[in-house]
C-alpha cells in the first residue's frame, strides 16, 4: 500500500484510501467540483476531483475508495488531482491501515493510568475514578479507542487515552516538584480533564463532532458527568466537588480558548499548563512527523503560529 506520507509531488498513485470528506462546490466560471479529505493511518490529505464525468463513479463520505490521481502541491502542501473513483470493495482493504492510532501500546497506557489512580489516596476521588475506569466496562472500551481531538492534536484512535496520560504523568512530575500542589486533586483533574470528548467527538471512523459537542463543548460536559458521578457517591465533600470542578472548567487556561472559568487555583494552574504543554509537543511531533523528509525551515504552521524548523542534531 501506498501510503500518504509516502507521496511525492509528480507521482501517480493508484489506490484505495477512506474518503473522510466530500464537498461539493464550485468554481469562479460555475462549474461542479468535488473536493475530499482522504485519509489512511499515517494521516489526510486534501484532493480535488475537477472532471466528474467519466470515470468517476458515485461515491459518498465516509466510504473506502480506490482512486486514480496525480500528486500536485497547493500553499506548499501535496494535494491529489483525482481523474478516477470506484468504491472499494469488500475484502480490498483492512480497516486497520486506514485509520490513525497513538504509536504507544493500548493496554500499556491504560495500566500505567490505573497505576496513577492507585496512587490517589483521597478516598472520595480514588472512588470517583474507580468508578469511570475500573468499574465501568463501556466506559473504558470507548475511552481507550477514542481521540482527543478532531484534527489539532492526538487526533487519533486512543488519543484521548494518550493526551490524558502523559498530562497526569506531567501532573504528577509537577506534584513532586511542588509540594505546595494537592497531588490527589491535580492527578484526578488531569486523568478527567477531557473525558467530555467521549461525547463531543463521534468514535472513529467519523471522528467529528457532535450535536452536543456543538452545543456544549468537551469542557462543560465533561463539568457535567463529573458533578453527576460525584453527587451519587455518599459524603462527598462539597468544597472539594467545586475545587474539582473548577479544575476541569479553567483547564483551558484563559476565556478565549474556550474554558469558563480562568483558574483560580494553584492546581488549575499546573493543570492548565501541562494540557497546553502536551498538546504543542504532540502538535508539533505530528507536525515534523508529516515533513520527516524535509530539513531545515519547514514553514508556518498556523496552530503553532510560528515558522518551524528541525533541530539539527
Not at 473536493?35 to 473506502?64: C, P, R
Not at 486512543?158 to 497526569?168: D, E, I, K, N, Y
Not at 467519523?206 to 452545543?215: H, I, K, R, S, V
Not at 494553584?266 to 493543570?271: C, G, H, N, S, T
Request: charged share 25%; with cysteine.
Amino acid at each position: 500500500m501506498r501510503y500518504l506520507k509516502e507521496l511525492r509531488e509528480g507521482e501517480h498513485v493508484s489506490e484505495i484510501y477512506y474518503c473522510k470528506t466530500k464537498v461539493v462546490a464550485k468554481t469562479k466560471t460555475d462549474k461542479t467540483y468535488y473536493s475530499l479529505t482522504l485519509q489512511d493511518k499515517t494521516g489526510t490529505i486534501d484532493a480535488k476531483v475537477w472532471n466528474l464525468s467519466g470515470g468517476i463513479d458515485h461515491f459518498e463520505a465516509m466510504e473506502y475508495i480506490f482512486i486514480e490521481a496525480q500528486v500536485t502541491s497547493f500553499n506548499n502542501q501535496l494535494q491529489l488531482n483525482v481523474s478516477r473513483i470506484r468504491r472499494a470493495r469488500e475484502g480490498e482493504y483492512e480497516v486497520s491501515e486506514y485509520m490513525p492510532c497513538s504509536p504507544y501500546p493500548v493496554e500499556e497506557m491504560y495500566d500505567a493510568l490505573l497505576r496513577l489512580i492507585s496512587d490517589v489516596k483521597n478516598p472520595y476521588l480514588h472512588q470517583l475514578l474507580s468508578g469511570f475506569f475500573l468499574e465501568d466496562e463501556a466506559f473504558k472500551k470507548d475511552f481507550v479507542s477514542h481521540s482527543a481531538a478532531k484534527s489539532v492534536h492526538h487526533g487519533f484512535i486512543a488519543g484521548l487515552l494518550h493526551h490524558s496520560l502523559f498530562v497526569a504523568k506531567t501532573c504528577e512530575f509537577l506534584a513532586k516538584q511542588y509540594p505546595v500542589l494537592n497531588r490527589d486533586l491535580l492527578i484526578t483533574a488531569a486523568i478527567l480533564h477531557d473525558i467530555g470528548k467521549l461525547k463531543e467527538i463521534s468514535p472513529f471512523p467519523e471522528n467529528d463532532y457532535t450535536d452536543q459537542g456543538q452545543l456544549l463543548g468537551h469542557i462543560v460536559i465533561g463539568a457535567m458527568w463529573i458533578k453527576e458521578k460525584t453527587d451519587a457517591i455518599e459524603g462527598f465533600p462539597p468544597k472539594l466537588q467545586d475545587e474539582l470542578l473548577h479544575c476541569i472548567l479553567s483547564h483551558h487556561g484563559e476565556l478565549e480558548f474556550g474554558s469558563p472559568k480562568k483558574p483560580a487555583l494553584i492546581e488549575a494552574v499546573a493543570l492548565s499548563f501541562a494540557d497546553n504543554m502536551d498538546a504543542k509537543i504532540e502538535t508539533f511531533t505530528e507536525f515534523l512527523s508529516a515533513n520527516e523528509d524535509t530539513t531545515g525551515w519547514l514553514g508556518f504552521n498556523k496552530l503553532l503560529d510560528s515558522n518551524v524548523r528541525k533541530t539539527e542534531s
